[in-house]
C-alpha cells in the first residue's frame, strides 16, 4: 500500500491529488493510510491547490483541518 501512495502520474501527480479534486472521503483516506498532505508535483502543484481548482471546498476545509 506505501507504493502505491508513493506511486505519482506522468503528470506528477500522486494519488492524493487525483482523489483531492473528487472524493473528500478517498482523500481522506489515502492520508489515513500514510499518503504525504504536502506532496507537489514536479511543478509545485499540492493537494490543497486541486481541491480548489476542482471547486471542492469540502476536501479543501479537510486538508487544511489535516495540515
Known amino acids: 500500500a506505501a507504493l502505491l501512495l508513493a506511486t505519482t502520474a506522468a503528470a506528477g501527480w500522486a494519488p492524493l491529488h487525483l482523489a483531492a479534486s473528487g472524493d473528500c472521503a478517498v482523500a481522506a483516506a489515502l492520508l489515513d493510510g500514510g499518503a504525504e498532505l504536502g ?5 509545485g502543484f499540492v493537494a490543497l491547490m486541486a481541491a480548489a481548482q476542482a471547486n471542492r471546498p469540502e476536501v479543501a476545509a479537510m486538508l487544511l483541518d489535516r495540515g
Not at 506532496?39 to 511543478?43: I, K, P, Q, Y
Request: charged fraction near 0%; avoid cysteine; hydrophobic fraction near 40%.
Open 39 to 43: 506532496a507537489a508535483s514536479g511543478t
